[in-house]
């Protein structure tokens, strides 16, 4: 059982940044791929990044990649999202995810099993 808590989000201008913290209970966080899911209102909840247990591989979404960046500090059961060029569409609750890493043809995803409360962000325009 892994419980999350997201800090960080809050109001931006866009084209500013934020850097979201989730952090993890339990002993076996380095055991876990992390993750950022966002939902903006009225859609349907959609993935930001990832990264594997050791930190040695990252994924993005189209939608992200440049501008954000996902880390974690395993001494101290935290995974990061820096976001930086915030637009008005990055405008969402953002969620921390923990669970398996699934590989598929040459890639690799984020399979979710514990979920956080959510932080909301809003970047005005």
């Known amino acids: 059982q892994v419980q999350l808590v997201e800090s960080g989000g809050g109001l931006v201008q866009a084209g500013g940044s934020l850097r979201l913290s989730c952090a993890a209970s339990?002993?076996?966080?380095?055991?876990?791929?992390m993750g950022w899911y966002r939902q903006a209102p009225g859609k349907d909840r959609e993935f930001v990044a990832a990264?594997?247990?050791?930190?040695?591989?990252?994924v993005y979404a189209d939608s992200v990649k440049g501008r954000f960046t996902i880390s974690r500090e395993n001494a101290k059961n935290t995974v990061y999202l820096q976001m930086n060029s915030l637009k008005p569409e990055d405008t969402a609750v953002y969620y921390c995810?923990?669970?398996?890493?699934?590989?598929?043809?040459?890639?690799?995803?984020?399979?979710?099993?514990?979920w956080g409360q959510g932080t909301q962000v809003t970047v005005s325009s």
């Open positions: 990264i594997r247990p050791s930190g040695s591989s990252t």
């Open positions: 995810a923990a669970g398996a890493t699934q590989f598929y043809g040459g890639g690799w995803a984020l399979r979710a099993n514990y």
């Open positions: 339990g002993r076996t966080f380095s055991s876990y791929a």
